[in-house]
């Protein structure tokens, strides 16, 4: 397990939102990227990384965490997190 980089913000939102560590770490692992043309990348479940991490993954519990993304800086340092409610437009 590899430290995170959060930034205070992102923490709490976690904790508000409760998503785990382990599905940020998924996402990054197997999550798909999208720019958000503000300097960002959206990382978040799509049919594909699904799939991956259905092969990949043996913790079902992850499931109930599909709709989840997380948004990282140039830096790679993650900004927030969230559950998805919306499609995310791919450019």
Do not use: W
């Not at 259905?54 to 900004?79: F, H, Q």
Request: hydrophobic share 35%.
């Amino acid at each position: 397990m590899t430290e995170l980089r959060l930034t205070e913000h992102a923490r709490t939102r976690m904790q508000k939102r409760a998503i785990s560590p382990s599905v940020i770490e998924a996402l990054l692992d197997f999550g798909q990227e999208e720019h958000d043309h503000h300097g960002g990348c959206i990382l978040y479940f799509d049919k594909a990384a699904r799939r991956r991490l259905e092969r990949k993954c043996l913790d079902r519990m992850l499931n109930r965490y599909l709709d989840a993304y997380a948004v990282l800086a140039e830096t790679g340092e993650i900004i927030t997190v969230g559950h998805r409610d919306r499609r995310i437009f791919r450019h």
